[in-house]
Each structure stands twice: as C-alpha cells, then as structure tokens.
C-alpha cells in the first residue's frame, strides 16, 4: 500500500512540475497541432493529396500562389500544397513515432540485460552496439537506405537501427547502479529470478530516460526522415512526405518559394516542439526541478 501512495505522489509531483514549465505548453502545443492535423488529416482538408486540379496551374502552367481555393499554393502538378502538407505530416509523424517506439522497446531491453547480467552478454550486446554507433547516424541511414527498397516500412528499420544503440548505453549505464542496490539484492536472495527482476524492479526506474529520450529523439527522426526522402532514398514518390515535397520544390524555388518554405516551417514546428516537449519532460522528472521553482 505504501509503494502505491508513493507511485501515485510521484505522478502527481510530475505533472506539477510539468505544468509549471512554460515551454511544456509551447512545445506541447506545438505538438498538438501537428498531431492533430496528422491524426485528422480527412476533417482538415477534404481534398486528395494526389489529386490534380486542373485550375491549379496559372494559364502559362506555373504553380499558384497562396489564396483562394488553395491556402498555401499548388505545387508543379496542381496539386493542393495545403493537403500534401497535411498528409505529409501523417507520414513523416507515423514513420517517426513508430521507429522510435519500437526503438525504445528494443533499446531498453538489450541495455537492461546487458547491465544486470554482465559478462559475456555485456560482452556481446555492447560490442554490437559499439559497431553501429562507430557510424555516424546519417551515412548509415543513407547506406542502408541505398541497398533496400524504399518504403514506409522500411524508412522505420533504418530509423530504429540508428536510434536503439544510444539508448542502450543510457539504459545499461543505469541498470549497472541499480542491480547493486539493497531491494535488488533482497529480490534476488528471495529467489526472484532474473528476469522478474529487471521487468519488475529496474525497468520502472529506468523509463525516466526512455522517455526523455524518446520525446527527443523523435526530433531527430523527422529531420532524418526528411532528409532521406529528400535524397531519393526514403519514402517513395507520389507519397507526401516532407522531404519529398522539399525535394519536388527545390527545382522551382524561384517561381514557387511555397513549395519549399510550408514543408520547411513544418518541420521546424515538429522539431522545435518536440524539444521543448522533451526538455520540459525531463526537467519535471529531475527532483531538483522542484528546488529551482520555489
């Protein structure tokens, strides 16, 4: 009963913390907004992100400006930017979350059995960790991008594979200070087997940093994401994505500069939301957050 009322005191004080940061509002709306419009996208705007209009072209064939019928514009094909944007943001929000929740699922538990166990199987996660964090996250993402198929599924692999390895080590880094500590030993000494252990009694303590690194990362993500699409190697066209529709626009930024700034701005409200989401998240998990805001 008393570890319940100690949980529940816990969740309340982070929430407190949390709603006390203004750039959780500002970051959470932001995400909210975009979340929103990707979950919502048919009640947004009713138009087909594929569709071509025939009056979406001016009569010389040039993409139209923002206005009327078309908020922010057409692209080259007549097609209705606002509506690619929106289903854009579905795409590129979906791949995101998906990879970096499968990472974190992924990430947590190779860190939380190479830290209890140790040994050879410390030995052998880490040294498999230490091979793909010895490639820098982007070239490998291009590498792989470049040998498989492009496709939704597969543009959430490659992110998943570049995401888990760093927050292994944060797990296992974690996992290491608490399998010494006295409730661990008591469990143990119980006949709690291993892994009773790391789900029941370590795995609460180290969703704290998976958390906050999943809310972060996710930032990353869209930027990868959009740079892969960008480069040809990531999501396939006639899909909306971000970074295909930068891609589509960088020919034209001097007839149609909306093709390229919309996707741009999308991007940068995703990101800059996440992070301020994210470092929110963390600081109302740090109990000494609650020392600075007195």
């Known amino acids: 009963m008393t570890v319940v009322l100690e949980k529940q ?3 309340r004080g982070f929430w407190a913390q949390l709603v006390r940061l203004p750039r959780a509002w500002v970051g959470g709306a932001m995400v909210g907004v975009m979340l929103f419009a990707a979950v919502f996208a048919p009640l947004v705007t009713p138009k087909d992100p594929l569709q071509q209009f025939m009056e979406g072209l001016s009569p010389t064939g040039t993409p139209l400006a923002p206005g009327g019928n078309f908020p922010l514009g057409t692209d080259h094909l007549g097609r209705d930017l606002l ?6 943001a579905r795409v590129s929000l979906f791949i995101s979350i998906a990879a970096n929740l499968t990472a974190a699922v992924f990430g947590t538990v190779v860190g939380m059995f190479a830290g209890y166990y140790g040994g050879a199987v410390d030995t052998l996660l880490m040294r498999f960790t230490d091979i793909l964090l010895a490639y820098p996250a982007v070239l490998l993402a291009l590498g792989l991008g470049s040998v498989l198929r492009p496709s939704i599924p597969v543009i959430i692999l490659i992110l998943m594979v570049i995401t888990w390895p760093i927050l292994a080590r944060l797990v296992r880094s974690q996992t290491l200070s608490m399998r010494e500590r006295q409730f661990i030993e008591s469990a143990r000494a119980a006949g709690a087997t291993g892994p ?8 609460p303590h180290t969703l704290t ?3 906050v690194y999943f809310t972060l990362n996710v930032a990353s993500s869209v930027l990868i994401e959009a740079a892969l699409s960008f480069l040809g190697v990531g999501v396939p066209l006639p899909t909306a994505s971000w970074g295909n529709m930068i891609l589509e626009g960088q020919s034209r930024y001097r ?3 909306w093709m390229i700034l919309f996707p741009t701005l999308a991007i940068l409200v995703t990101t800059l939301g996440f992070n301020l989401l994210g470092d929110a998240i963390r600081d109302a998990l740090d109990p000494r957050t609650s020392l600075r805001l007195k």
């Open 83 to 88: 509506t690619r944007l929106v289903y854009g």
């Open 196 to 203: 009773y252990i790391i789900f029941r009694h370590i795995l």
């Open 255 to 257: 007839i149609a500069p």
């Open 209 to 211: 940093v998976t958390v």
């Open 9 to 11: 005191k816990a969740r």
